[in-house]
């Protein structure tokens, strides 16, 4: 109400009147952007593209908005002075004002009833303590200036002086005309007290002397975790109220040393050493102490975990591996001390980190992670939540930044997936309440980075005061909706899932324990205090590597894709096209293919050019998931993006198995009808993006996503959909075509080396491998007779030679195996259909390698000839050549030398 107090009552109405997204509180900031404003204008016309606009309060964000309104404003007639525009980006004052009454007036055709302040009679001079200061003067000296003439001032160091120098003088004259007409403010005066006299009483000895306590400051989040795992083993309290500790202490001496009271940093150490003993390795210096917690150190003891983390490079493969095994066999006795005292768990994360904050990600690397996720494991075996919270404590907050990142690159994507492994590691699949409880927590977490100035503590949103209150509350599920949506998500990103929300007190009363955490999980839906884009990374990723989902996380998980895909963040939308496909492909395809008319109505209104090429290869892959759950009976599966070879993916997926298998979805069958309908849409959706005029890594991760669809039928659901299929393989044949080179040769394993390539994006890194054994020969031969017929206008042929070269490649992929001898008459009619054309070539270039290498795998399939002794690659063209030239009757040209 404070800052809306400076707009002029009838537009404060008439903003409030107009329904916006957003509340506007403080019209300068709110204003800002331009967003609010676009929306203002949308209100009148209807072709405002809202769309286009981003709600963000970065500058170059609020400047790219404005500079699309202020077109959008000129094209209808209404020109806004640059300096108002600038002043209201830059949320300068006496600037947000003028600019609405400015649309007001556009808009509205009527004019601000403005009343001329009234002159007070009588001027209250300002209070001394209200006086300018040397500094405001000068700060507003130069924010009367525009930004033009402050750039000019300001390149002139000449000016800047005498100007500041002017400034000062004018202040100073100022201060010594106050201090002559007003002297009695600047003299000093002390005050001078009279010493009291001492209180004495009769028989009371007014020597005491008071000694000063010293009073250790106690780690509230050790003591709240100490409590939980109290609670779990059953601690009691004395009946005199006080902690059991202080008995505990008396008979220390005389109870024998538990495995769990040994500190954790001493039993790896143990284990260290040793393996060491057995292999006779001995360091140089053994001089290192123990890390404790919090850097604290033991003098007396070697800290033999440190020692080996920090001389890796310096020991054999065979010692490595024999530690190693060691450390991933002592990880239940690391659980237990942790699930004993989880303060312990702050010493092996900083021990752990010695590898874990590099970025070479070697075989020594992914040992340390797969050791790190055995004693994960084992504790979420002993209690989750004691697992969750020491990994969210003591973990995770070191990595942050890692898991916020949204850049492009191998290594950044490859960390985060490497972090979130590890996390799935450390929470439990079959505990749903807990489960719950760890997505609102995580999200919570990663917002703290920027809610709570960058860092996240225990004593931010997520309070460990309350240690022991881990549980969350799911009731029934609403009623699913009819538009596509999981239950309760509403059409505009609403920011509260019906499916997870509180019990009531109709359905059951929580305990004492239960409300600390049964608040429902929603999007912290301001922008200032979360960052949306980076938890949906996440969850792209952490579903791929879900097993056994229940029916309200593929709910969850649905809902966050839907609110992503609103966004219009490139980067949420394709988080969400791939959490959709990660759903997919675990058999949850209907609240999937139910947003299918969105992502064609968004890939139809671009015309294909989506925002950002990852964008559309999730689009791709995620078509090419469906169809094969839809379609299952093509043979061979899609080839799905993978970082790297899955040595860290085969540790990070042996969760334990539990003892009562998690509540599977339950998924609907789809009629035929619908299955058909689906698909119909689907290859709607890669005819419009897969298209030679896209990304080149959009085309070759497409066509290596979609080249086992390839087939020389249409599923026997598409019957009488051939036209559609043959649309379907042509665009493949084009892309493929319209590649490099060296890529189309590594798509058709053409290149020496053999090796794949390796793309880095925001979402995944994805490896792209040769298609030729997925796809269907016969099919792709038989579509580029297709093409090719399409371009022959008889007499002629209508194609270049660079083109039809191209086309020849991608031919000779489909010959380099073994035809198969049931369809050796299908290949006879496509060398028959081909001849013309390659006679068309060989006339333009006799010694065109690539059109002799087709000639050459037609003669040695179809003609039955044998290879003789000796015969080498010039001869065998040699022989290809006459026999070609021999059936077609023909000839090369005369001035032209045969090979």
């Known amino acids: 109400d404070f800052f809306m107090a400076g707009l002029p009552r009838e537009i404060l109405k008439w903003v409030q009147s107009l329904d916006l997204s957003y509340a506007v509180k403080n019209p300068k900031r709110d204003f800002s952007n331009g967003f609010l404003v676009a929306e203002i204008v949308s209100r009148y016309y209807k072709d405002v593209p809202m769309h286009s606009f981003d709600n963000g309060t ?92 402050a750039s000019n001032v300001m390149t002139d160091e000449e000016a800047v002086r005498k100007k500041n120098e002017d400034i000062l003088s004018a202040h100073a004259d100022e201060a010594r005309k106050e201090k002559a007409t007003n002297p009695q403010r600047f003299q000093k005066t002390r005050v001078m007290q009279k010493p009291s006299a001492p209180r004495t009483a009769s028989g009371i000895d007014t020597n005491i002397t008071f000694k000063q306590v010293t009073v250790k400051s106690i780690d509230s989040t050790a003591v709240a975790l100490r409590s939980l795992a109290s609670q779990r083993t059953g601690g009691q309290t004395s009946s005199t109220g006080q902690d059991s500790g202080a008995d505990a202490k008396k008979t220390e001496a005389a109870a024998p040393a538990r495995p769990q009271d040994e500190p954790l940093l001493s039993a790896m150490s143990t284990v260290c050493k040793t393996c060491f003993s057995s292999l006779g390795v001995v360091f140089e210096s053994e001089s290192q102490s123990l890390i404790g917690v919090g850097g604290e150190s033991e003098a007396d003891e070697t800290n033999y975990l440190t020692m080996f983390m920090t001389n890796l490079n310096k020991l054999s493969p065979e010692v490595k591996s024999t530690v190693w095994s060691a450390l991933i066999e002592a990880a239940p006795k690391a659980a237990l001390i942790v699930h004993t005292r989880p303060s312990e768990f702050a010493s092996l994360t900083t021990v752990f980190a010695l590898l874990f904050d590099g970025t070479s990600y070697t075989e020594d690397f992914l040992q340390a ?97 309350n240690a022991g209150s881990f549980t969350t509350q ?82 969850l998980y649905m809902y966050y894709a839907i609110v992503g895909f609103t966004m219009t963040s490139p980067v949420a939308r394709g988080c969400s096209i791939s959490i959709m496909g990660s759903l997919a492909s675990k058999g949850c395809v209907a609240p999937v293919t139910k947003q299918l008319p969105k992502i064609l109505d968004m890939v139809n209104s671009s015309q294909g050019i989506v925002d950002w090429w990852e964008l559309n290869v999730q689009i791709l892959i995620l078509c090419s998931t469906l169809l094969d759950v839809l379609l299952p009976n093509v043979p061979i599966p899609s080839p799905t993006p993978s970082p790297r070879p899955q040595s860290a993916s085969e540790m990070a997926n042996n969760p334990p198995q539990p003892t009562t298998p998690p509540p599977q979805p ?134 270049s030679l660079p083109d039809l070269r191209d086309l020849m490649e991608v031919l000779a992929a489909t010959l380099s195996d073994k035809i198969d001898p049931n369809s050796k008459s299908m290949w006879w009619g496509i060398l028959k259909s081909l001849e013309k054309t390659i006679l068309f070539g060989l006339q333009q270039a006799p010694d065109d390698d690539v059109l002799l290498h087709v000639i050459a795998r037609f003669f040695l399939e179809l003609s039955g000839v044998e290879l003789q002794e000796g015969d080498n690659m010039d001869t065998l063209e040699a022989k290809a050549l006459e026999w070609f030239l021999q059936r077609n009757n023909a000839a090369l040209p005369a001035n032209e030398p045969s090979p």
């Open 666 to 799: 339950q998924v609907r069958p789809m009629t035929p009808l619908q299955t058909a309908n689906v698909a119909r849409t689907v290859y709607k959706i890669i005819d419009v993006l897969l298209q030679p005029n896209q990304a080149l890594p959009t085309r070759m991760i497409g066509v290596m996503s979609l080249a086992h669809h390839v087939t020389q039928k249409p599923h026997e659901m598409l019957q009488g959909e051939d036209a559609m299929h043959s649309t379907f393989i042509a665009s493949v044949i084009q892309v493929l075509a319209s590649l490099p080179s060296s890529d189309r040769e590594s798509l058709l394993d053409f290149s020496s080396d053999g090796q794949s390539i390796h793309q880095s994006g925001v979402i995944r890194n994805y490896t792209i491998r040769p298609i030729t054994n997925a796809w269907d020969g016969v099919a792709t031969a038989s579509s580029i007779c297709n093409v090719l017929a399409s371009k022959h206008v008889p007499p002629e042929l209508i194609i």
């Open 474 to 555: 799911v009731v029934q599920k609403p009623p699913p909706s009819t538009d596509g949506a999981p239950a309760g998500t509403e059409e505009n990103g609403g920011v509260s899932p019906s499916a997870i929300s509180p019990i009531t007190d109709s359905q059951q009363q929580p305990t004492a324990e239960q409300r600390n955490a049964s608040q429902p999980l929603h999007i912290l839906a301001n922008p200032r205090t979360t960052d949306l884009t980076s938890f949906l990374l996440c969850l792209s990723f952490l579903v791929s590597i879900e097993d056994g989902m229940s029916a309200q996380i593929v709910d």
């Open 369 to 465: 992670v797969e050791a790190f996720i055995a004693i994960g494991q084992q504790l979420v075996a002993r209690d989750p939540q004691v697992s969750w919270h020491v990994l969210l404590m003591y973990f995770l907050p070191r990595y942050q930044h890692e898991l916020r990142q949204s850049s492009v690159g191998s290594t950044g994507v490859y960390k985060r997936e490497i972090l979130l492994r590890i996390l799935h590691a450390y929470t439990s699949n079959t505990d749903l309440n807990q489960r719950l409880l760890v997505m609102r927590q995580f999200q919570q977490f990663l917002a703290a980075g920027r809610a709570y100035g960058g860092g996240y503590s225990a004593g931010s949103s997520l309070s460990f005061a």
């Open 58 to 149: 970065a500058l170059l964000k609020r400047t790219d908005n404005w500079e699309l309104l202020d077109k959008f404003l000129k094209k209808k007639g209404l020109t806004l002075p640059r300096h108002l525009v600038e002043g209201v980006v830059h949320q300068k004052n006496g600037t947000t004002v003028p600019m609405l009454e400015a649309v007001y007036s556009w808009l509205t055709n009527r004019k601000i009833q403005s009343v001329p302040a009234q002159q007070a009679e009588d001027v209250v001079p300002v209070p001394a303590y209200q006086a300018p200061t040397a500094s405001k003067r000068l700060r507003d000296e130069y924010s009367n200036l525009g930004d033009a003439a």
